[in-house]
């Protein structure tokens, strides 16, 4: 569920031909914030997915993991009836949760104090940022692990990240993964705009988001969510499952360093990177393709560039970089679960996304463009092997390595 599509076959399909997301904001007047602009989910209706009488006790950003979660649970094809339940686990997060749910209940006690407190007896349980993987759980029944991962814009990938290893220890046999956000309010865009992270590009909003080109001034924000089922490769086999590709590893680290801003020289991504590729048991020279945290911010995207340099070396000439944010936008703790199914989609098609809004003269001297960043247009190549990076404010730093399955 993204800005550019609704579903997957939606959201391939736009990425493949470089659609940009992005358009003025409808979810709130924004006339008078810097940015204007964001890449919202368009055309949502969430009575699709649970009724009407439901949907109003969930925040949108629940009503985006609960759309996905179906999604994905169709089609992997699972026999919730033939299943053992005990062991089909949720793990899914969001880095923010429901701002939209705080927003609207603090505006309400601001116009209403004077009369004594009175709030909606579903505020808590609606703004609460892991009650997305409850509902995925009550939806269904699933009486496995469940919990939510929150840090920033690393969330959903640890939270696949979780899931992998929960599973490698034989702690269940499925688990539904991901992570969803609906940031879009004026508390979200007035809040990343006081710290300056936002592109303030208001007179081109689709072309705001450019991940490595000089130009770039911010990201653009994004919302939806993403959901991927994870599960133990016999039990799959066992029940005939389509096998998409296989988590090879994953890769956790810490930069350690500042609140917002990623380490200068990489050093956080470099570890993660090089932590992921050890449990992968890879070498660096396997790797396909690397979808790039790349948000489009001046100091984030050079210092991940850096990291690649470092971790790949000659390599790094020789795969394929792409950051999708640069027509999903940036889904926050959406961003990792998106991007891993683009990850994955490339694997099966044999195609990279491509990075849009590049021009020609529009180039950082601090920027190696040696690099296939992918600009423009999408590529075809067999990809056997992809790396997806995700980084987040508090110097989390997340990624994960997917493979192609010999089923």
Not at 79 to 97: P, S, Y
Not at 268 to 297: C, K
Not at 308 to 323: C, P, R
Not at 348 to 363: A, K, Q, R, S, Y
């Amino acid at each position: 569920m993204t800005p550019v599509g609704n579903n997957v076959p939606q959201f391939w399909e736009n990425l493949t031909n470089g659609v940009s997301g992005a358009g003025p904001i409808t979810h709130f007047d924004a006339s008078l914030f810097k940015t204007q602009f964001a890449c919202e989910v368009k055309n949502f209706d969430p009575t699709q997915y649970v009724d009407r009488k439901e949907a109003r006790k969930m925040d949108l950003y629940t009503q985006y993991a609960i759309a996905v979660a179906k999604e994905a649970v169709s089609d992997s094809g699972l026999d919730v009836e033939k299943e053992d339940l005990n062991r089909i686990g949720v793990i899914f997060g969001a880095g923010i949760g429901g701002i939209r749910t705080f927003e609207e209940e603090a505006g309400n006690y601001a116009v209403n104090h004077a009369n004594g407190p009175k709030f909606n007896p579903f505020f808590i349980p609606k703004m609460i940022s892991d009650i997305a993987a409850g509902q995925i759980s009550i939806l269904y029944g699933f009486h496995g692990p469940n919990y939510a991962t929150c840090s920033a814009c690393a969330t959903s990938t640890n939270a696949i990240a979780d899931a992998f290893n929960l599973i490698r220890l034989g702690k269940a046999n499925v688990i539904v993964s991901g992570g969803s956000e609906a940031a879009i309010a004026a508390c979200g865009v007035g809040g990343f705009n006081a710290m300056h992270a936002l592109s303030t590009r208001n007179d081109s909003p689709e072309t705001a988001s450019r991940p490595f080109s000089a130009s770039r001034d911010g990201f653009v924000m994004g919302e939806g969510g993403g959901c991927l089922i994870l599960e133990e490769l016999e039990h799959a086999r066992a029940r005939g499952a389509r096998i998409y590709a296989e988590v090879a590893g994953v890769g956790m680290s810490a930069d350690a360093y500042h609140l917002t801003a990623s380490h200068p020289s990489g050093l956080g991504a470099i570890l993660v990177m090089r932590n992921a590729l050890e449990d992968a048991g890879m070498q660096p020279e396997e790797i396909d393709y690397i979808n790039v945290h790349g948000t489009s911010t001046p100091v984030g995207d050079l210092s991940e560039v850096k990291a690649i340099q470092e971790v790949f070396g000659e390599h790094a000439y020789k795969l394929n970089i792409s950051s999708t944010k640069s027509m999903t936008g940036h889904l926050l703790g959406a961003a990792g679960a998106v991007e891993a199914i683009a990850s994955i989609l490339a694997i099966e098609h044999g195609v990279i996304p491509p990075t849009i809004n590049h021009c020609e003269g529009d180039e950082d001297a601090e920027i190696d463009y040696r690099l296939n960043f992918t600009f423009n247009e999408a590529q075809q190549r067999p990809v056997n092997v992809v790396l997806s990076n995700t980084f987040g404010f508090g110097g989390h730093n997340a990624c994960v390595i997917f493979k192609k399955c010999e089923v």
